[in-house]
């Protein structure tokens, strides 16, 4: 555990370079430092944590994630559940009848998840580089190397320090200079100009933590952060002005009186400031031994809250990868299983939230008729509302599977009970689980990151979880080891007798 600034030469080789300590860079560089593999996280803003950040939601499928890492009931414990999150006018979203243990929408600062993930990944042994830049990048078939200055604005030509790495994954944002160093793009448009992020102190607050409301012309959502403060994020259709445009108090009076008829008598402004909101993908999530993910990936729309939340899902996905190529063998080629999981996933992404902010902006009379009809139906016919909730919150997608493979496969595993123990306990620590049915064991070596388990009841099926908690194999046959073998050797890695 090592907090460095030290830029008089070069650091040791690292097994995987983080660049970007955001949630996403956190949670990755915690998987990998628990797993054995030694990992460095460079960032370019000094080592503190920033109060400023945007995102508020936490979605039951990350709270999932979270569950099989052992940090879930923290992390709930300093947030607020709600059971319904306005999506537009008469639509919203209803988490309490999604099938997880985490039936509703958590409330909870960027910065307070960060904190718990930034402590998880010190205590995993991960080194901390701050206020250090990455200015460049090369890669061969051995490794990559990263030239990186001292300050988050120095000189790029100036003195350097270079970083070794069997891999390097860019975690650092909209601005990521990873993406730019392997020379990807980062097609797209702006969709919403002028949204306003302010932090205030009100005579007299809300009755409820958070309260949200979309209205004709705007929208906003005012959250409690604590020490009688609040955070106001919101959009005026007849403020859209650059983001540099001064942002007066009578502005945020103003968005407020809009959304919500009153502006809770602002004591005090402490912080504001005005920005836009772009929908962008890049081409690519893999360039040789470079991966992309969080906000470097992928930026949409705030609608539907599930920026933070697919990062976070990113990582989740492409961190027992490398575990499994570093330290267990695996073939390399399964870390193209992360450009091709998670690039679909974006494109869903993106097309969710950007339906939800269009539907959001509509104008007119006719048009806000519509949006009202389709948010009315949205809300009250329930398989529609079930699959919307499921959706947004991370736990209606899948994984695509290979033509004639187990229906399971790709799919969530749900957290249920087995024999032994519930299904996200087993996986803490990044084990697989095998689910064999009762009174049958594995005929061949499992790997000592691979659990057994068999299921609580007379299911007959077979099958294998990943780390991230989805079906990567199953099969019906009673004595399929030869198929079992494979899929191991092929998502775990060679298969060696325990220790």
Known sequence: MVDSSNHNGAHPTTDVLVVG???TGLLLAGDLAEAGLSVTVVEARPHKLSNLSRALVVHARVLEQFDARGIADEVVKLGHPIDRLALFERGELNPSRLPSRYPFVLFLPQYEVERVLERRAREAGVTFVHNTKVVGVDQDANGVTARAVAGKDANPDGPS?????????????????????????????SILSSLILADLKLGRGPDRPFT????????????????????????????????????????IKELLRLNFGTDYDITDVRWKSRFHSDERQAPAYRVGRVFLAGDAAHVHSPAGAMGMNTGLQDAANLSWKLVAVLRDGADDHLLDTYQTERHAVGKIVLRMSGLLVRAALLHGTTARLLRATA??????????????????????????????AHALTGKRAPDVQLAEGRLNYLQRGGNFVLITP????????????????????????????????????????PDDANALRAALTTWVGPLRERP
């Open 161 to 189: 320090t270079m970083y070794h790495a069997s891999y390097l994954v860019g975690t650092d944002g909209v601005h990521s200079t990873i993406r730019s160093a392997v020379g990807l793009p980062f097609p797209g448009k």
């Open 212 to 251: 949200v409301n979309a209205v004709p012309d705007g929208f906003a959502l005012l959250t409690e952060m604590g020490d009688d403060a609040y955070r106001l994020t919101g959009w005026n259709r007849h403020h859209q002005l650059p983001d540099d445009a001064p942002l007066d108090v009578e502005e």
């Open 438 to 477: 009762p009174g049958r064991n594995a005929d061949v070596p499992l790997p000592r990151h691979v659990v057994q388990d068999h299921w609580n009841g007379e299911r007959r099926t077979t099958a294998l979880v990943r780390p991230d908690g989805y079906f990567c194999w199953a099969t019906e046959e």
């Open 21 to 23: 300590a955001g949630p």
């Open 375 to 404: 948010g009315t139906v949205l809300s009250n016919v329930r398989p529609l509302a079930d699959r919307a909730a499921a959706m947004i919150s991370g736990i209606g997608i899948s994984y695509q599977a290979p033509r004639g």
